[in-house]
T-cell receptor
Framework: GAVVSQHPSRVICKSGTSVKIECRSL??????MFWYRQFPKQSLMLMATSNEGSKATYEQGVEKDKFLINHASLTLSTLTVTSAHPEDSSFYIC???????????FGPGTRLLVL | SQQGEEDPQALSIQEGENATMNCSYK?????LQWYRQNSGRGLVHLILIRSNEREKHSGRLRVTLDTSKKSSSLLITASRAADTASYFCATDGDSSYKLIFGSGTRLLVRP
């Protein structure tokens, strides 16, 4: 149980375009979803926390207008990288959780390459 | 920002040997968790230890926690080639449900 999927698994786009990444909880209702960014051989950096039906809470230094997060239902959150630039190339990972537990369940990640 | 550091950054051992990874953190915590990440994949939860616990076991995993030193260790006994992965500790941040990850240890188990 507690399976989280991400789509797409990898995406290549041109500089200036926007990219949407979906995160779905497949067998549970996720009251909270998290978005992380990971550079090669580095740790995960939390970008934002989103609760279903409310605005996301962004970490310090993360541009909310650049990284749009929508958590419209208890099973789906989306991250849109707007006007992507090469420096946005990274591995983006989502995780999901529900009220009362401390463990997070992670998606498989999305590798974004901006040319 | 990252909560703390993990040590060593990389570890290479022979199959059958034990692997020990250490994690240090900076602030008070409610719990500490260990996660595993295979290359290019998401993370898998391994074990959670609460601040009032000192040691916890799960299969071949043994986790210790020393809140006075703000450190934890993960021991994998009788390692297997399939244990090759990166291992991260994570502590709860300023909210109960937010995780702050350590820098990770890359473990290579040679067959």
């Amino acid at each position: 149980g507690a399976v989280v999927s991400q789509h797409p698994s990898r995406v290549i786009c041109k500089s200036g375009t926007s990219v949407k990444i979906e995160c779905r909880s497949l067998d549970f209702q996720a009251t909270t979803m998290f978005w992380y960014r990971q550079f090669p051989k580095q740790s995960l950096m939390l970008m934002a926390t989103s609760n279903e039906g409310s605005k996301a809470t962004y970490e310090q230094g993360v541009e909310k207008d650049k990284f749009l997060i929508n958590h419209a239902s208890l099973t789906l959150s989306t991250l849109t990288v707007t006007s992507a630039h090469p420096e946005d190339s990274s591995f983006y990972i989502c995780s999901a959780s529900w009220t009362g537990i401390e463990t997070q369940y992670f998606g498989p990640g999305t590798r974004l390459l901006v040319l | 920002s990252q909560q703390g550091e993990e040590d060593p950054q990389a570890l290479s051992i022979q199959e059958g040997e034990n692997a020990t990874m250490n994690c240090s953190y900076k602030t008070s915590i409610n719990n500490l968790q260990w996660y595993r990440q295979n290359s290019g994949r998401g993370l898998v939860h391994l074990i959670l230890i609460r601040s009032n616990e000192r040691e916890k076991h799960s299969g071949r995993l043994r986790v210790t926690l020393d809140t006075s030193k703000k450190s934890s260790s993960l021991l994998i006994t009788a390692s297997r080639a399939a244990d090759t992965a990166s291992y991260f500790c994570a502590t709860d941040g300023d909210s109960s449900y937010k995780l702050i990850f350590g820098s990770g240890t890359r473990l290579l188990v040679r067959p």
